[in-house]
């Protein structure tokens, strides 16, 4: 039985628990993820509407978070969009569909609240299959004008990027102390920390831009 809510006050330490799981040593050794859910619930850019838990036989196996962003455009006009992230799996549980089932359930709720584009930093492998596409596609670029290949777009309403070129902004709640994020790792059950493959995949990625 599958069941997607949204996330209560009771399964906070549940979900922080399956977020620290899924995310350790998986792109660094050690990981942060666990700390922004941890402090993110609080700032004035977090969505608790689309903040949702996915259960199996009544289990919390998943979560997924959605934070405000926006797009600026070269004459100064603000979009508001949307980003999500950590969005997550119980290992055990992974490569079985419920990721996908979660993020799609997520976009129609997104709809229904009318946002209308999702920004996202992630590998593409995992991401092209729900519709995101390179930044590139869309002319939305960072700050410095690049076009990171691990920045993704998706229109939730399909033409709603004119192709004009902006620039994508994420909430300052993204920021995390690595020093913050550390010291509250350290109050947790100790998990051993590993230099993996996975980690050096992530950083040619996070490295890589898209001419």
């Known amino acids: 039985m599958i069941n997607i809510r949204n996330e209560k006050k ?3 330490r ?6 620290r799981k899924a995310f350790y040593n998986l792109y660094v050794p050690g990981c942060t ?10 700032h004035k850019d977090f969505i608790p509407e689309l903040d949702f838990v996915i259960e199996l036989d009544d289990k919390i196996i998943g979560n997924i978070m959605y934070t405000k962003a926006e797009l600026l455009d070269q004459n100064g006009e603000r979009k508001e969009i949307l980003t999500f992230g950590p969005v997550c799996i119980e290992p055990k549980y992974q490569r079985k569909g419920y990721g996908r089932m979660l993020i799609e359930y997520s976009f129609e709720k997104a709809v ?19 519709g995101f ?3 590139k596609k869309f002319n939305v670029c960072t700050d410095n004008g690049k076009y990171p290949a691990a920045m993704l777009v998706k229109e939730l309403i399909p033409g709603v990027l004119d192709g004009r070129k902006r620039i994508y902004h994420d909430s300052p709640i993204m920021s995390v102390s690595e020093e913050e994020a550390r010291q509250y ?15 050096e995949e992530f950083y040619i990625m996070s490295h890589s831009f898209v001419e």
């Open 112 to 130: 229904s609240l009318g946002y209308d584009v999702i920004v996202i930093f992630g590998n593409p492998a995992n991401y092209t299959g729900r």
């Open 33 to 42: 993820e666990h700390y922004l859910v941890h402090i993110m619930r609080g």
């Open 14 to 19: 549940i979900v922080e628990e399956i977020t």
């Open 10 to 12: 009771e399964d906070y």
């Open 133 to 135: 596409k390179s930044c």
């Open 185 to 199: 790792d350290d109050s947790l059950e100790k998990i051993e920390k590993k230099i993996l493959p996975s980690q």
